[in-house]
């Protein structure tokens, strides 16, 4: 009689299949920015290391309940990141974050109910295609922090897909529909009063043997996500295949719009505040202080904004070596946020599986460039290398007031001329053309990255 194999893996309830699973990805990443350039040692992202266990156990032979409990252990993530706001040091803590702690009730002929965290309907919204080398790059680039450009730093100096539309998760309650002729349909209640629509559709083989389809679709509500404005946003990815040469095309749209709302209202502060600068402005020893108070600010408006991106890549998957599939990617992705910020991302990718180590080895490069927001910033007076005053306190009533521009104020040029004009009653103190705390996009140096690394599932 044959020796039953070694069993690793024992549940402590004998009426229920138990799986457990999970894998680790790490990878190297070079990061170039005009002159400055990091070198990391990263868990990839796009895909972290995780570990999970699943348990199935049957009710009926039509119905099934499922529990599964997922966490990842990101260890300084990331593949587009640069690192350069933090001086290049990326640390070695990581962390350990829960990605999936559900409960599912599933029956063949009435769908799925979920309950707990973890993914909302809207999921199909992005990332539903054939592209086979998205570990290493594929829609979307994200950064870490601002991105240099000459001697001028901008703020969303990298932007991708809205983060708000991703595969992230949160406490939910989802119903999904049965596969039905490879139409799928799906709602959630999610946190915060926020809900979620999806759709998934895949092409079934009796439609077609040399072509496959793949398309999926979602929205997302989020009131009052935004400064008091809600948060509307929805996507539609796909890919189209063709199945004896393995080549592919595949795409994506989305779009967030956060309509407008009001800041918080901000209340009556007591206390001491910097009012002046010493001698040595990088010296905080002898600047100047008074105590008083800030009178409360009441909520003001604040206009819409509107996040767009939209990406594109060409695929191919066959089989070059008896090892496993090989699977190539040529990529283009455009991403606007407000007026003024953009980025435009190229990327090529390799991945290659190793059927018998359940691995995957995978190599990518990728180039993103664009404009990022600069904001205005006169300065009050006095000349370049002196110190600008921070403003006063009025002896008698309390009131903080900022030092106003005059003759001798420092314009910022970078939006366009501004100058001291002394018949204006408008402006920042007399101030004609581009006033303070305007802004306007400012090209940012591009960024070049390079990844390897290797996931080994288990």
Not at 286 to 308: C, E, F, H, Q
Not at 399 to 410: E, Q
Request: glycine share 14%; proline share 4%; hydrophobic share 35%.
């Amino acid at each position: 009689m044959a020796k039953p194999a070694d069993k690793t893996v024992v549940s402590g309830n004998s009426r229920v299949k138990v799986t457990l699973y999970g894998f680790v990805n790490r990878a190297v990443r070079f990061a170039s920015s005009g002159s400055k350039s990091d070198f990391h040692s990263i868990d990839n992202d796009e895909s972290p290391s995780r570990l999970g266990a699943r348990a199935v156990g049957a009710l009926n032979k039509s119905t099934s309940a499922a529990a599964l409990i997922e966490v990842d252990m990101a260890t300084d993530g990331g593949r587009y990141g640069t690192g350069f706001n933090v001086d290049g040091s990326q640390g070695s803590g990581g962390n350990v974050t829960l990605r999936h702690s559900v409960v599912d009730l599933s029956n063949k002929d009435l769908g799925t109910i979920s309950v707990g965290h973890s993914v909302m309907a809207h999921v199909s919204a992005i990332f539903t295609g054939f592209q086979g080398a998205g570990m290493a790059f594929e829609v979307g680039t994200t950064g870490t922090g601002l991105v240099p450009s000459s001697d001028k730093m901008v703020a969303d100096g990298r932007i991708g897909i809205p983060g708000n539309v991703n595969p992230n998760r949160e406490n939910r309650l989802l119903y999904r529909t049965p596969n039905l002729m490879g139409i799928s349909l799906a709602a959630s209640l999610n946190q915060a009063k926020g809900y979620s629509v999806g759709m998934s559709f895949t092409s079934p083989a009796s439609l077609s043997k040399d072509v496959s389809l793949k398309v999926g679709a979602g929205y997302r509500a989020q009131p009052d996500s935004g400064p008091g404005g809600d948060t509307n946003t929805f996507g539609v990815s796909g890919g189209v295949q063709h199945n004896p040469s393995g080549l592919s095309v595949n795409g994506v749209y989305v779009q967030s719009l956060t309509k407008a709302g009001m800041t918080a209202p901000t209340p009556l502060m007591h206390g001491s505040f910097q009012t002046g600068l010493g001698s040595d402005a990088t010296d905080p020893a002898d600047d100047v202080y008074t105590r008083g108070r800030i009178l409360a600010k009441a909520a003001t408006p604040v206009p819409s904004s509107k996040r767009t991106g939209w990406a594109a890549d060409v695929s191919w998957t066959g089989k070059l070596i008896e090892a496993g599939s090989t699977s190539v990617t040529i990529g283009y992705g455009s991403y606007k946020k407000g007026d003024y910020a953009n980025t435009k991302n190229y990327w090529i990718a390799a991945n290659q599986q190793i059927d018998s180590a359940a691995a995957d080895l995978y190599f990518g490069v990728s180039y993103d460039t664009g404009d990022g927001v600069y904001t205005v910033a006169h300065k009050a007076s006095g000349a370049a290398d002196a110190p600008v005053p921070a403003g006063s306190v009025d002896g008698t009533t309390g009131v903080f007031t900022p030092t106003p521009l005059d003759a001798n104020a420092n314009f910022d040029t970078t939006c366009g001329a501004a100058s001291w004009d002394a018949t204006l009653n408008t402006g920042a103190g007399g101030v004609s053309g581009v006033q303070n705390g305007d802004k306007c996009s400012q090209e940012r140096d591009g960024v070049l990255v390079i990844l390897a690394g290797v996931r080994i599932k288990f």
